[in-house]
């Protein structure tokens, strides 16, 4: 194996203060080295330590490899003319490995095909020949800000995992509302994803039914999460919404192991404040993933006694697997005082407190739905000012209302009664 230094520094002899990035180059034929090697020299924003040249896709790699390691290069450049495919296994090896490096590809063919599998390989960056001096420099400047962006304040965001009793609960439209509000009325950092693994709907109820990737193409792509990654998959909302949508195709249907899930899951945490989980109904490897990272459970049911005999199962099943009882919560949805079940009587037989109750207003949430568009901040409804008041608790502001609500359930626990032969007692 051959490798040139034309140029000799190193990260041990940076000068005090110098902030260029380093940068080794993989088979950069020689117009593509000589414009890397004019440019960076401009303003030093940037060192050329090493030009490796040939692919790293043999085993025999693995020693250089390790020195890579050792070098720990801010940047690398394939330049994938010579042999794409042993250029895109070679940006594949250096992104697995060298996990804080930027990879960029170089290449004379700038098909979108060609820019997508380089992208999917994990290269951040696609250099177009003969590369300019401004996409270069701009290229490095992303490249800069991402490697600040590693040293700054990392999150742990709390998952909202949103369940529903039965089909046509509601869930979807409950968790577009409170993740929306979180985001444009709090400014929380938050994420909705869809964890359908078809036929989901949150993208489409918000408009955003254009789309590539899924939540489930980023959880096959565990082994090289970082936030560059990330921003590619993301639908970004107009209210500041992000969103993780379902995948596109009804089949075939998109498998993730639980393992994978959590730590796709995990790694969400530390970008996002609040990650809300549209599950689908069932107890699927993927949700009882999502059940195990969820720092809370929102049951969702419509007051009807098949919904309520549901949660009283899935209370009693989390029970069993000794799923923390305080994160359990639920919530009823479409909830009026005129319904014949009351209040006391869902609490006595389900043997739990109702935590949330969000009015009936059909005919404004299919409005939503229809329209695409997130419900009016300024509304008077009371859908909107229950939804308003889940999202003020959650951001940690004291909500109207609870008081009254407090009391009002007070006053109809005197009264009530079970209605679910054993499931009331």
């Given amino acids: 194996?051959?490798?040139?230094?034309?140029?000799?520094?190193?990260?041990?002899n940076r000068t005090p203060g110098q902030?260029?990035?380093?940068?080794?180059?993989?088979?950069?034929?020689?117009?593509?080295?000589?414009?890397?090697?004019?440019?960076?020299?401009?303003?030093?924003?940037?060192?050329?330590?090493?030009?490796?040249?040939?692919y790293l896709s043999e085993e025999s790699d693995s020693i250089l490899i390790d020195r890579l390691k050792d070098k720990r290069p801010d940047v690398c450049i394939v330049d994938l003319d010579r042999d794409r495919e042993k250029g895109i296994r070679t940006a594949e090896n250096i992104r697995g490995m060298l996990t804080e490096t930027a990879v960029f590809a170089a290449s004379s063919?700038?098909?979108?095909?060609?820019?997508l599998q380089a992208m999917r390989a994990g290269c951040t960056e696609y250099l177009v020949k003969p590369v300019s001096?401004?996409?270069?420099?701009?290229?490095?400047?992303?490249a800069s800000g991402r490697k600040k962006d590693v040293h700054q304040e990392i999150l742990n965001g709390q998952i909202l995992a949103f369940f529903g009793a039965k089909g046509g609960a509601g869930v979807t439209s409950l968790a577009i509302t409170l993740g929306t509000l979180l985001a444009q009325h709090h400014q929380r950092q938050t994420l909705l994803i869809d964890l359908h693994p078809e036929l989901g709907d949150a993208a489409l109820y918000l408009r955003q039914d254009r789309y590539q990737y899924s939540f489930y193409d980023l959880s096959e792509n565990t082994h090289r999460l970082d936030s560059s990654l990330l921003k590619g998959f993301v639908i970004h909302h107009p209210s500041g919404l992000d969103i993780l949508p379902a995948p596109e195709s009804i089949e075939p249907t998109r498998h993730a192991s639980?393992?994978?899930v959590k730590r796709t899951l995990e790694f969400l945490r530390q970008s996002y404040q609040f990650i809300l989980l549209d599950c689908p109904t069932g107890l699927t490897d993927v949700n009882l993933a999502a059940l195990e990272e969820a720092d809370q459970l929102y049951m969702v049911a419509t007051p009807e006694v098949p919904a309520f005999r549901n949660v009283a199962r899935f209370g009693d099943y989390l029970g069993r697997i000794n799923f923390k009882v305080d994160r359990f919560r639920v919530i009823i949805n479409r909830h009026s005082k005129s319904d014949a079940i009351n209040d006391a009587q869902i609490e006595k037989t389900l043997r739990r407190q109702v935590f949330w109750k969000v009015p009936n207003q059909y005919r404004e949430v299919v409005k939503v739905v229809n329209t695409g568009s997130p419900i009016d901040l300024s509304s008077k409804s009371e859908f909107m000012r229950s939804m308003m008041a889940w999202a003020d608790l959650l951001a940690g502001k004291s909500h109207p209302g609870k008081i009254e609500k407090e009391k009002e359930k007070e006053k109809e626990k005197k009264e009530g009664k079970g209605f679910l032969g054993r499931w009331g007692r």
């Fill in 1 to 12: 194996m051959e490798t040139q230094n034309r140029s000799k520094p190193t990260e041990s």
């Fill in 19 to 54: 902030e260029g990035l380093l940068i080794i180059t993989v088979c950069a034929d020689e117009e593509l080295s000589s414009r890397l090697q004019r440019f960076v020299a401009v303003g030093e924003v940037a060192q050329i330590h090493a030009e490796l040249q040939h």
């Fill in 109 to 115: 063919d700038s098909q979108p095909d060609f820019i």
């Fill in 133 to 142: 001096r401004d996409q270069l420099l701009e290229a490095l400047a992303r």
């Fill in 258 to 260: 639980g393992e994978t």
